[in-house]
Each structure stands twice: as structure tokens, then as C-alpha cells.
Nanobody, 127 residues
Framework: QVQLVESGGGLAQAGGSLRLSCAASERASSRFTMGWFRQAPGKERELVAAVSWTSRYTYLTDYADSVKGRFTISSDNAKITVNLQMNSLKPEDTAVYYC?????????????????WGQGTQVTVSS
């Protein structure tokens, strides 16, 4: 099974920035999706952003409406990594963020599409 190792996260003030990174141990398929989900206490896990590699050099991205214009997802196919730059953070962005990979390459990926999950990293935004 593919292992996903996350880094980043932590504490930020409202309006601040944080960056999350995730590296996969292997590429399970030539076309795959990597992305970030988050889960706040008492809420369901939701997609934040995802990138789907359609070929070696091209990809599609998708964002939750709540983060459009504030978060930017990027990925390196050769290194099998995905990053999430989070700017203009809001207290409602507070959650555990999970890196995820779907070998189906679906975009946006549903939770049922996800084959591998990271361990999760806490993001806390204070007001």
C-alpha cells in the first residue's frame, strides 16, 4: 500500500499562512489524484483541494468553494508530492488535514475513491 507522509501545519493567526506538504512512497498508477481533505470536530471529512495527473506533464485541479482564491495546490509528478499553500487563513479552516491519493485519477475525488490516507496534521487558526 502507498504510504503518504505529511509535514507542515501548526498554529496560525487569522489572515496568516501555512503550508502543507505530502510525499508518496510510490506511484500506484500512471494516472492518479493526490489531494487534501480536512475534518473539523463534529463534522464530516471534506475535500479541500485535489490535483489529478492526466499525463506525465498535465493535470487538473479542483478546490472547495470555501478555499478558492486563498489556497493553492501544487504537485510534482516525478517526486510524487503534493503541497497546499494556505493563505488568508480563517478560524473556520481549523481542522485535521489529511493527504490522500486515489489511483483512479478521479477529480474531484470522493472519499470512496481514496486508496491511501496520510496520518493527518493539525491546522489551528486563532482569531
Amino acid at each position: 500500500q502507498v504510504q503518504l507522509v505529511e509535514s507542515g501545519g501548526g498554529l496560525a493567526q487569522a489572515g496568516g499562512s501555512l503550508r502543507l506538504s505530502c510525499a508518496a512512497s510510490e506511484r500506484a498508477s500512471s494516472r492518479f489524484t493526490m489531494g487534501w481533505f480536512r475534518q473539523a470536530p463534529g463534522k464530516e471529512r471534506e475535500l479541500v483541494a485535489a490535483v489529478s495527473w492526466t499525463s506525465r506533464y498535465t493535470y487538473l485541479t479542483d478546490y472547495a468553494d470555501s478555499v478558492k482564491g486563498r489556497f493553492t495546490i501544487s504537485s510534482d509528478n516525478a517526486k510524487i508530492t503534493v503541497n497546499l499553500q494556505m493563505n488568508s487563513l480563517k478560524p473556520e479552516d481549523t481542522a485535521v488535514y489529511y493527504c490522500a491519493m486515489a489511483t483512479s485519477g478521479s477529480v474531484p475525488p470522493r472519499i470512496a475513491d481514496i486508496d491511501s490516507w496520510g496520518q493527518g496534521t493539525q491546522v489551528t487558526v486563532s482569531s
